[in-house]
């Protein structure tokens, strides 16, 4: 079984689309995140959720909306997508302490 | 915010030698880990340790937190062992700071 699963694996679309990433996790955990992973390989925390409460809203444009419909699920909406917004997001969820990712999407946009 | 350095960036190694990794960080932390990313992308979990010592297999991990720093130790690598080893912690904002990754190559 799968602790954190993201869907889709690869996502290729045009600029100006409006897509989404849907994450789940099966841990039991209270937290989730979503995590950006640039060209460059550096990984930064942009969401975190708390029993479906936002705590964690770092620098992010506001064409990136988390949602969480409730404590296993976090999903990412992005609106009007950018060139630079080609990145692998991770999905990750914690109790507090370790932190599991799952295998990442691969977002293209072209 | 914390800072959070490691190295070496780029290591090159043949099958069978050994290497440490070193992971520097500028405030005390709550939670660290050491993770693996595989050609493929995945982040694996290596090990969960805000203090002292762990080993699993031929890995092994020592965080000296009062001294702000961890190492993980790599023996008899494998080239399965490639990839990008990252530290990550968290200060108490509850959510991981990365540092920027060790890059290993292991050749046969």
């Known amino acids: 079984d799968t602790a954190v699963s993201q869907t889709p694996k690869y996502l290729v679309t045009q600029m100006g689309n409006d897509k989404s990433i849907k994450c789940e996790q099966n841990l039991g955990h209270d937290t989730m995140y979503w995590y950006k992973q640039d060209s460059k390989k550096f990984l930064k925390i942009m969401f975190s959720y708390n029993n479906k409460e936002l705590i964690i809203n770092e620098t992010v444009p506001n064409r990136f909306s988390p949602k969480s419909p409730d404590k296993a699920h976090l999903n990412l909406h992005i609106n009007s997508l950018e060139l630079g917004d080609s990145a692998v997001y991770f999905c990750?969820?914690?109790?507090?302490?370790?932190?599991?990712f799952g295998q990442g999407t691969r977002l293209t946009v072209v | 915010g914390i800072q959070v350095e490691q190295s070496p960036p780029d290591l090159i190694l043949q099958e069978g030698a050994n290497s440490t990794l070193r992971c520097n960080f500028s405030?005390?932390?709550?939670?660290l880990q050491w993770f693996h990313q595989n050609p493929w992308g995945q982040l694996i979990n290596l090990f969960y340790i805000p203090s002292g010592t762990k080993q699993n297999g031929r890995l092994s991990a020592t965080t000296v937190a009062t001294e702000r720093y961890s190492l993980l130790y790599i023996s008899s690598s494998q080239t399965t062992d490639s990839g990008v080893y990252f530290c990550?912690?968290?200060?108490?904002?509850?959510?991981?700071?990365f540092g920027s990754g060790t890059r290993l190559q292991v050749q046969p």
């Open positions: 990750a969820s914690s109790q507090g302490q370790e932190a599991f």
């Open positions: 990550a912690m968290d200060t108490g904002r509850r959510a991981l700071t």
């Open positions: 405030d005390s932390v709550n939670n």
